[in-house]
């Protein structure tokens, strides 16, 4: 139902099935009439049973928010309109920028979040690079651009320093924020239930250390006394353990899986998607396919629903042959991400919002 009602909502939009509509309308009457029924045969146990049911066939709604770099303030404009019409999921996954924009979100109440938006844009989650020596130096010595610190200084006081537990029984959002180890493991999807104790301005920052800007961090929890110590794997239990491994180290995940939906489906239940894509690579070729849907017939459409994979395959594997590369040599993708794994990823889902590109 929400995915109906936020395409009511956007007018640029096509226009809702009136089957669809109809099937809405009255799931929705019969839900309300189980809800406000005074009969001694359904007693209010029984209801809540049936409304839990219910939900679960319904299944879940989780909004994505794609990496993009400086692209991605255009997610602002998304969950500003998303609050504005009491239509944000409780379910938030981001990569790379998006989990910036989620970890602010999720560790919001109502009011917090409806007044943020009036003043996020004094914020500058990134510092200058400052001149040629200092930047060089980090190269030689971090393997990085730009410096980190400023990014995780502002997240700590944006989060209050909570961890993804707290901010679930403080707000009821689950925040999903997307981040890799540095050695050639899958992504991980981190949250309540994988890692309730990491801190979220931790699990934001190494998803945000792309490689080669950003140097790869280290995830931070908190232990039973509150205090900060360093996240390892569950079976490194032992005090001994922790002192002789090895740090481990986190980077962007935005790379294997930029909208990681099939996990959201296996540990959320979730079946539809609301997608945030500004990745400046990806954008337009999908605004291209949904106008040629739009005004071309259904011909246009079938063939752009072929050459569109084709388009972004071509931006991958043929422009960009000699950024692939330099990142297996110099170790910064992992190697279990083959072609026919970047060819299969899904840029957008049930409902994609696009950023409109102007000049200012």
Not at 163 to 174: H, K, N, S, V
Not at 202 to 228: H, I, N
Not at 323 to 334: H, S, V
């Amino acid at each position: 139902m929400l995915v109906i009602n936020l395409f009511c909502c956007n007018v640029l939009a096509r226009q809702v099935p009136r089957l669809i509509k109809e099937y809405i309308e009255e799931v929705s009457t019969q839900l309300k009439m189980v809800c406000d029924s005074d009969s001694d045969e359904l007693p209010l146990e029984e209801k809540l049973a049936f409304m839990h049911e219910t939900r679960h066939a319904f299944g879940r709604t989780a909004l994505l928010l794609s990496g993009g770099a400086s692209l991605g303030s255009f997610h602002v404009g998304v969950v500003k309109t998303l609050v504005e019409h009491k239509l944000l999921p409780r379910i938030i996954s981001g990569s790379s920028v998006g989990s910036i924009m989620c970890s602010i979100v999720a560790t919001r109440s109502w009011p917090e979040l409806e007044s943020f938006f009036e003043e996020w844009h004094s914020l500058k989650f990134f510092d200058q690079m400052g001149g040629i020596f200092p930047v060089v130096k980090r190269i030689l010595t971090q393997g990085a651009v730009h410096d980190i610190r400023h990014l995780q200084v502002l997240l700590r006081n944006l989060t209050s320093n909570l961890t993804f537990q707290e901010a679930y029984d403080m707000t009821g959002r689950i925040l999903v924020t997307v981040c890799s180890p540095r050695k050639h493991e899958p992504p991980r999807c981190l949250n309540y239930l994988t890692s309730p104790h990491v801190l979220i301005w931790s699990a934001v920052t190494a998803s945000c250390a792309f490689p080669g800007l950003f140097e790869a961090q280290e995830l931070m929890a908190k232990d039973r006394f509150g205090q900060t110590i360093p996240f390892h794997a569950p079976f490194l239990l032992g005090i001994e353990e922790r002192t002789v491994a090895p740090t481990r180290r986190w980077r962007d995940g935005s790379l294997e899986s930029d909208l990681p939906m099939k996990q959201l489906k296996e540990l959320f239940n979730v079946n539809h998607f609301i997608v945030s894509q500004a990745n400046p690579h990806i954008a337009p070729l999908l605004r291209l396919k949904e106008i040629v849907r739009a005004y071309g017939g259904s011909l246009a459409a079938k063939v752009c629903q072929i050459v569109s994979p084709c388009c972004i395959l071509f931006v991958e594997f043929v422009l960009f042959p000699l950024t692939m590369q330099i990142y297996f040599l110099l170790d910064m993708l992992p190697i279990h991400v083959k072609h026919k794994d970047i060819s299969s990823f899904t840029y957008s889902c049930h409902m994609t919002c696009l950023p409109t590109y102007q000049e200012w």
